[in-house]
């Protein structure tokens, strides 16, 4: 059974970082990319960086130049750097293997003005 825990959320001020982790276990196959997405209240749910297996990267043109999605294959975990945090960024945020419906609980990312 595939497990995604994703932790490294928080309340920081406009303009602060934060570094989300995803701990994944469980696969018998190891995905070709995964993704972070996030869903604040009233909204839907948004693609925000997907890193492939050869680690290429792509960007939520809202978050380019402030994220950076990374992963330690040896760890199976996978990560987002988030800098220059707007409020606009305050969402619930999960890590998802591309193609597939597995969700784990999320993190909760809130940024204050």
């Known amino acids: 059974q595939v497990q995604l825990v994703e932790s490294g959320g928080g309340s920081v001020q406009a303009g602060g970082s934060l570094r989300l982790s995803c701990a994944a276990s469980g696969y018998t196959y190891s995905p070709n990319c995964m993704a972070w997405f996030r869903q604040a209240p009233g909204k839907e749910r948004e693609g925000v960086a997907l890193?492939?297996?050869?680690?290429?990267?792509t960007y939520a043109d809202s978050v380019k130049g402030r994220f950076t999605i990374s992963k330690d294959n040896a760890k199976n975990t996978l990560y987002l750097q988030m800098n220059s945090l707007k409020p606009e960024d305050t969402a619930m945020y999960y890590c998802v293997p591309c193609g597939t419906n597995y969700w784990g609980q999320g993190t909760q990312v809130t940024v204050s003005s």
């Open positions: 890193i492939d297996s050869d680690g290429r990267t």
